[in-house]
């Protein structure tokens, strides 16, 4: 096992966040450990995944699924973990038959529909509206209303992953409050001026860039490899600014619980 993830699991009194690449973290909390849209074997990284498949596959709990595009739903992982791991996928409805081909057995297939809260694992969901981004800040011309970004509860702390998509209403009013926010400062996504909106409407106590320095970048993709997260934080309020963390793949942040308040560390 690696030791980064021997270090994440090794957590107890905090939420222990690793970076994976793209949109894919592992999340540590409360005896689980999750994680969202996983896609660690392509072979256009620049890097390999800092935590392998392999290790993670007979410790993993619960991986979450945002839509069914390859960087979030990585097939070569999810074939993986299909055979050597016993975790649920969480899954839009649109990805459920994307799931069985890749051999997940209905029995670890969970189906989450946007604004339908449910609980698996002992975890609060509340599955998001998404609706994908293309160029010039477009929507994308495939965009469906199945996918879902997720809101959940650990550890008494509520971690929003939007996913890949435009800048919502449900993004700036329904959300509640939210303690660590991921957000994708591409052009496909909420680019910079509606990141910026997003992170000053929520001000969560936490905000973590993804979506950015994870592929191999080419003329035809670089609306979607290539992430601003430095654009991003120069355009922050000096309070938005002390809480935005552009973390290397592979190191491993703590977010103290709800109570009693820790200053966060990161190692």
């Known amino acids: 096992m690696s030791q980064i ?119 609060p969901v509340e599955p998001q509206r998404a609706l994908h981004g293309h160029t010039d800040f477009g929507v994308y011309r495939g965009a469906n209303l199945d996918d879902c970004g997720y809101v959940l509860t650990l550890s008494g702390r509520r971690l929003f992953q939007p996913g890949d998509t435009v800048l919502l209403q449900d993004h700036l009013e329904d959300l509640g409050d939210i303690d660590v926010l991921f957000v994708s400062p591409t052009l496909h996504n909420t680019h910079i001026a509606a990141s910026r909106t997003l992170i000053e409407t929520v001000r969560p106590i936490f905000v973590f860039p993804q979506h950015f320095g994870t592929y191999q970048p080419t003329d035809q993709n670089s609306y979607w490899t290539v992430g601003y997260p430095d654009d991003l934080r120069a355009v922050l309020s000096p309070a938005m600014q002390s809480r935005f963390h552009k973390l290397d793949q592979g190191v491993i942040f703590r977010v103290p619980p709800a109570s009693p308040a820790q200053p966060p560390s990161t190692g």
């Open 5 to 123: 993830l021997q270090e994440l699991l090794a957590i107890r009194n905090a939420i222990g966040l690793c970076w994976l690449g793209n949109n894919g973290w592992l999340v540590r909390a409360g005896g689980k450990l999750v994680a969202f849209d996983l896609d660690l074997d392509r072979a256009s990284r620049l890097r390999p995944s800092p935590v392998p498949t392999a290790d993670l596959a007979p410790v993993l709990d619960v991986v979450f699924i945002t839509h069914q595009h390859g960087d979030h739903f990585g097939e070569s992982t999810a074939r993986l973990l299909a055979e050597r791991s016993r975790c649920t996928y969480v899954v839009p409805a649109n990805c459920v038959e994307r799931a069985q081909s890749l051999g997940l057995p209905d029995s670890r297939i969970a189906v989450a529909r946007p604004r339908q809260p449910f609980t698996i694992s002992g975890i």
